[in-house]
C-alpha cells in the first residue's frame, strides 16, 4: 500500500494483513486522537490474537510486545509504510512505533466505542468473539476480548505481577485477568497526516 488512504475524519487505510484469509488486506484503522497534523490510530478489528505474556505483566518484557515487532510488524508494513510511523514514548521508558493501547490510550472512548469485531484470520488463530452460533441477534454478536497493556496491581496485592487489564466483548474495562491466555491484540500507532 505504502502510502496512507484517508477514508474520512473518521478511519483511514495503512499496511495490511490477513483479516478473511491468509493474503493480506488493507487494515482498516479508527481515529481516536488528533493532535495538529498527528493522528493516534487504533486497528478497527482485532487482528490477532497472543498471550499477553507466560509469567508477568511488565509490557517491555512482554510476549504480546516481542510478537508485535517480531511478527506482525514485518507482515503488516513495508519498510517505506515503517518509516512513517512516528514514535511514541510509552511508560518504563518504553518507545515503540506499534504498541497495544493502555488504559489512558482507550480513556478518549466511550464504552461503545471499544467493542471491536474479531477477524476470520484472528479468530482462526485463537481470538474469541463473542458467540455467533446463537440465532438470536446480539449487538455484541462477534466482538473479541483485547489486551490493554496497564498492569493490574491491587492494593490487598501489589506484588501480583501476573494480571492485565484487558477488554471485554461489550467493552467493559475488566478488573484483572491472568497474563497466560490467548486473547486479541488491537494495534495503536501514530501518524503524520499533511
Do not use: C
Not at 16 to 31: D, F, M
Not at 87 to 106: R, W
Amino acid at each position: 500500500m505504502e502510502k496512507i488512504e484517508i477514508i474520512d475524519d473518521k478511519y483511514v487505510y495503512f499496511g495490511s494483513y490477513p483479516q478473511n484469509g491468509t493474503i493480506n488486506e488493507p487494515i482498516k484503522w479508527r481515529i481516536i486522537k488528533k493532535e495538529d497534523n498527528v493522528v493516534t490510530l487504533i486497528t478497527d478489528k482485532i487482528l490477532m490474537s497472543f498471550m499477553y505474556d507466560r509469567y508477568y505483566s511488565d509490557y517491555k518484557e512482554s510476549a504480546a510486545r516481542k510478537y508485535i515487532h517480531e511478527e506482525f510488524i514485518p507482515l503488516a508494513f513495508s519498510k517505506e509504510e515503517y518509516d512513517m510511523i512516528l514514535p511514541t514514548e510509552l511508560e518504563n521508558g518504553i518507545v515503540d512505533k506499534v504498541f497495544i493501547p493502555s488504559l489512558e490510550d482507550l480513556s478518549v472512548l466511550k464504552q461503545e466505542e471499544r467493542n471491536i469485531k474479531v477477524t476470520p484470520y484472528a479468530e482462526s488463530k485463537g481470538a474469541s468473539g463473542y458467540p455467533s452460533y446463537t440465532k438470536k441477534e446480539n449487538p455484541i454478536k462477534g466482538n473479541g476480548w483485547y489486551w490493554t497493556r496497564t498492569p493490574y496491581k491491587p492494593p490487598y496485592n501489589p506484588k501480583n505481577e501476573r494480571e492485565v487489564y484487558y477488554v471485554t466483548y461489550s467493552g467493559w474495562i475488566s478488573s484483572r485477568v491472568t497474563v497466560g491466555h490467548d486473547i486479541g491484540i488491537v494495534p495503536i500507532i501514530r501518524l503524520k497526516i499533511e
